[in-house]
């Protein structure tokens, strides 16, 4: 499949099961929700070694959020029920109920309910108050600033973590501004998120390493220097390769992020120095989620 | 199918006991088993046919018609379904109502909506003392729901109150909140004295300042977060709660009972 002149591979996106949930963090202003909800969501890109991937899913307007204040939706991403909540209770502790005038709130319902408040509220040290509103069971705790309102809990869902897709260019700037003009677009979409820097990853990982305990290492086939000493996957041409990864609610969420993602990026074409689009994966016997580019691109 | 109405074609010298006739008990009986139940009233028992006219079928919503403040325990541990009262009510109106809703469109007597624990009471007139309280010898009054009273409250409003909402868009007589243990109490009106006497938790938000005894310390004037959210979930209301110029987030906190555990508020509108 050529798309534009961008060579779609016949090759497949490789995704798990992750548990997710979702909070919605609100602030005096836009900026300063923002604040929390990146230092929130920081040191969050993979759970090889952040424990969760986490990242901000879109702002909210006054009139999305529950108390009426700017807002930001963020996505929370773990391989485990119990990591997802020691993640989600580290970071709102450490992170929105240390941030100036913020609020935090449950973004997803479920059965399956996990602290969010729960026991920050131990936090107050005996003042803080609970208070039931429309059903829902809120903390206030006292703080320097005034009061941090905080929901006691958030739901927990089934999610997909891992889909993506590379972006192979003639030059890593062409490479990087395919790899921004996808972002923009995805970020669009809602229920996923792009978890790592600037939501594109430049050191994707193979399984596995020459040396003892590392369990990921740099995927030799597609860095563009070893192209003459390694197994490669590149053509002659191509001389940098960038990985966008999401994270989503479900495969359909993830497959439509992928979808325009590599629209965007077919959109800017091969006179914008863009080759091909191809994708990670393990073989198809680690995940159960494929998402074929062909088929997404039909 | 019509709402089950009862029109009420004597008013008896003694009071009534309502109780039996609640939503869960009516369901799936012949209209000739309802008229046979039997009402205590005084030290009689009346049948239901003896008392009120019958029609309609529909038991998940009953009418009361030409009721009168003799008519007590009306939607007693009412669960699910709604009663809709034409006239006043008794004592102990919805006492420990679990799911459902009753309005009435007239006065409440004594202990409306004590130890409710879910659902929706709406009194457009008057109501007597130990709104939303907890019956003598217990610990713990309502537990859950919300109250809507257009009109004035007696005094003790909310006594021991634990958990749920009540509104009362006129006046509260003394102890408002007296005992409380957590919830929310909201006067717009004036309100008595001895506002939160004994209260352990929960908040009294007032429209009005009361006049504080010692026990209640002054916090300072303060923009709560909390407050906009309590006030939209009245926006679905019939009441003066509902409005949105009703909304405000900037009171004046005062803490106590410090007579007692000291940890809930009274919360003083401020301009």
């Known amino acids: 499949m050529i798309i534009n002149g961008v060579t779609i591979d016949a090759t497949f996106a490789e995704a798990f099961p992750m548990k997710a949930t979702r909070a919605i963090i609100t602030a005096h202003n836009e900026q300063w929700a923002l604040i929390a909800a990146q230092a929130m969501t920081g040191f969050a890109t993979s759970v090889i070694a952040c424990g969760c991937e986490a990242g901000i899913e879109r702002t909210l307007s006054p009139e999305q959020t529950p108390d009426g204040r700017p807002g930001v939706a963020v996505l ?3 391989m485990g029920g119990k990591g997802l909540a020691k993640q989600l209770e580290t970071r709102a502790g450490q992170c929105v109920l240390t941030s100036p005038t913020s609020a935090l709130f449950a973004g997803i319902y479920s059965d399956i309910k996990i602290p969010l408040g729960k026991n920050l509220r131990y ?18 705790i006292p703080v320097m600033d005034g009061e941090f309102l905080v929901e006691a809990t958030t739901g927990q ?12 260019a003639e030059s890593q700037p062409q490479a990087l501004a395919a790899c921004e003009a996808a972002i923009d677009a995805m970020r669009k979409i809602p229920n996923v998120i792009m978890p790592f820097p600037g939501g594109v990853v430049r050191s994707g990982s193979k399984v596995g390493s020459k040396y003892k305990g590392l369990n990921a290492s740099t995927n030799d086939a597609f860095c563009p220097t070893l192209k003459g000493m390694t197994a490669t996957d590149l053509s002659p041409e191509i001389e940098s390769v960038m990985e966008i990864v999401i994270d989503g609610l479900s495969k359909e969420d993830i497959d439509q992020a992928m979808r325009v993602g590599i629209q965007a990026v077919c959109g800017l074409g091969a006179a914008a120095g863009i080759k091909r689009v191809s994708a990670g994966n393990y073989g198809g016997k680690l995940g159960p989620f494929h998402f074929h580019l062909q088929e997404i691109m039909a | 199918m019509s709402a089950l109405t009862f029109t009420l074609k004597i008013r008896p010298a003694q009071r009534v006991d309502m109780s039996p006739l609640v939503c869960q008990q009516l369901q799936g009986k012949d209209p000739s088993d309802i008229a046979a139940i039997e009402l205590q009233s005084g030290n009689r028992k009346l049948r239901a046919d003896e008392l009120f006219a019958i029609s309609g079928s529909d038991a998940q919503h009953i009418i009361i018609k030409n009721s009168f403040d003799k008519l007590d325990f009306i ?28 309005t009435v469109s007239g006065n409440a007597g004594l202990y409306a909506g004590c130890e409710m624990k879910k659902g929706y009471l709406e009194i457009a007139g008057n109501t007597g003392d130990f709104l939303g309280g907890t019956l003598p010898g217990n610990k713990m009054g309502m537990k859950g729901g919300l109250i809507l009273v257009k009109g004035n409250a007696g005094e003790r409003a909310g006594d021991c109150l634990r958990r749920g909402t009540i509104l009362i868009e006129g006046n509260a007589g003394d102890y408002c909140g007296s005992r409380m243990i957590a919830g929310t109490i909201a006067v717009m009106g004036q309100t008595g004295r001895y506002v939160g006497y004994a209260m352990r938790r929960g908040t009294l938000l007032l429209w009005h300042t009361p006049p504080l005894s010692a026990s209640f310390n002054d916090c300072g004037t303060h923009t709560l977060a909390f407050l906009p959210m309590l006030f939209k979930t009245f926006a679905p209301l019939h009441s003066k709660f509902a409005d949105s110029s009703a909304v405000f987030n900037r009171t004046r906190r005062y803490a106590g009972d410090m007579a007692e555990m000291g940890r809930g508020e009274i919360l003083v509108k401020q301009p």
């Open chain 1, 76 to 78: 929370i991403f773990a």
């Open chain 2, 75 to 102: 939607g007693k541990e009412l669960n699910g379904g709604s009663i809709t009262v034409e006239g006043d009510a008794g004592a102990y109106l919805a006492m420990g109502m679990a799911a459902g809703a009753i």
């Open chain 1, 157 to 168: 869902v089934d999610a997909v973590g891992g889909g993506n897709f590379l972006v192979l």
């Open chain 1, 123 to 140: 936090f107050g040290d005996g003042f803080q108050i609970a208070k039931v509103i429309g059903g829902k069971r809120y903390w206030r």
